[in-house]
């Protein structure tokens, strides 16, 4: 069995920044359009696959980075960046959220990471890992002397 690090507090930095957005939306301040932000994410499986899917609208393919390193986390990154033109404007309202993300998600021990496949399509990143057979233990006697 490997041994991995584990962040218990990537979700609770996720949230911490969810809240502070809320807490910065209902008080009055100068616009700042650069901040991080966390897209949603879906997850779910089947016999043969783990499936991720992202929500990154107004991110072009080509700010976006996916990677699975060595302890089995698969990290997605990247940033949504700013129209150049809105720097010389005014701004009377704005909701939509520019910066840098990252999200990543501790992979089970039964994934291929030779078999990953993604796609990118109207601002939804789509990502499917392969899962590897699952080895039986072979049983191996042991003469008693």
């Known amino acids: 069995m490997k041994i991995r690090r584990f962040n218990p507090f990537w979700e609770i930095e996720n949230m911490l920044k969810s809240l502070s957005n809320i807490i910065d939306s209902t008080i009055e301040k100068q616009v700042d359009y650069r901040s991080d932000f966390t897209p ?3 997850v779910w499986q089947d016999e043969t696959n783990y ?4 929500e990154l609208p107004g991110v072009r393919k080509e700010d976006v980075k996916l990677a ?3 302890d089995n986390v698969l990290v997605v990154s990247g940033e949504k960046k700013i129209d150049p033109n809105i720097e010389n404007k005014t701004c009377c309202r704005s909701e939509r959220t ?3 993300f990252h999200r ?7 994934v291929n990471v ?4 993604a796609k ?3 601002g939804i990143l789509t990502v499917s890992i392969a899962k590897s057979e699952v080895k039986q233990p072979k049983e191996k006697f042991v003469e008693i002397i």
Not at 114 to 117: D, I, P
Request: glycine share 4%.
């Open 51 to 54: 499936y991720f899917e992202f």
């Open 114 to 117: 030779n078999k990953v496949k």
């Open 104 to 110: 990543a998600f501790q992979l089970p021990d039964d």
């Open 98 to 100: 520019y910066g840098h």
């Open 40 to 42: 949603k994410a879906d």
């Open 120 to 122: 990118f399509e109207n």
């Open 68 to 70: 699975i390193n060595d």
